[in-house]
């Protein structure tokens, strides 16, 4: 079965621009999470999405957003990039939303705001 | 917040030898789960522990949970040069329809020298 993939795995970006970053589940997982990893701030939950519904969210300006499509892929969004928001975006997947069930994490989009 | 915390931040220890992290949090939990992360990759996952449940195996793996004092441990056995990574604590809280949100701790970065 393969795993949870994302692309890119390495984008640069200059402030202001925006950027999407795609996240496809382990085939049948229909919850997705996003997670924002930085060296000063550690894992931090973004959003989470289960059957086109955002369940979650955390505490994350506006400029973040998502969306989950019908085949339980998954985009982020950041406009008007900062320097702060260089990072590693990670995303899971797991079978079902509920803190009981294991989550898969992909190998991460590295995003560097120059 | 209910981020935990690792502790040790950094443990460097011969090959062979055991190591221990131990994780401490701040809220009550459903469970708290104990993940790897190899330099500037995704993370996988290593072993859950229910709230209700006070030890549990895996392999070279044993995790503890005293949810009295609000902390648990990862003891790894016999380690080898491959286990050098950064481990990492999630727990997740009670909250009802909350969805999948963990709450990662701030890492130990582990370094097993051969």
């Known amino acids: 079965k393969a795993g949870v993939t994302q692309t890119p795995r390495y984008l640069i970006k200059t402030r202001g621009q925006q950027v999407t970053l795609s996240c496809s589940p382990i085939s049948g997982h229909r919850s997705v999470s996003w997670y924002q990893q930085t060296p000063g701030q550690g894992l931090q939950f973004l959003f989470e999405y289960f059957s086109e519904t955002q369940r979650n969210k955390g505490n994350f300006p506006g400029r973040f957003s998502g969306r989950q499509f019908s085949n339980s892929r998954s985009e982020m969004n950041v406009s008007t990039l900062e320097l702060g928001d260089s990072a590693l975006y990670l995303c899971?997947?797991?079978?079902?939303?509920?803190?009981?069930?294991?989550?898969?994490f992909g190998p991460g989009t590295r995003l560097t705001v120059t | 917040s209910q981020q935990g915390e690792e502790d040790p931040q950094a443990l460097s220890i011969q090959e062979g030898e055991n190591a221990t992290m131990n994780c401490s949090y701040k809220t009550s939990i459903n469970n708290l789960q104990w993940y790897r992360q190899n330099s500037g990759r995704g993370l996988v996952h290593l072993i859950l522990?229910?709230?209700?449940?006070r030890e549990k195996h895996s392999g070279r793996l044993r995790v503890t949970l005293d949810t009295s004092k609000k902390s648990s441990s990862l003891l790894i056995t016999a380690s080898r040069a491959a286990d050098t990574a950064s481990y990492f604590c999630a727990t997740s809280g009670k909250e009802k329809n909350t969805g999948n949100q963990f709450y990662f701790g701030t890492g130990t970065s582990l370094t097993v020298i051969p």
């Open positions: 899971a997947s797991s079978l079902a939303p509920g803190v009981t069930y294991e989550q898969y």
């Open positions: 522990i229910r709230s209700n449940e």
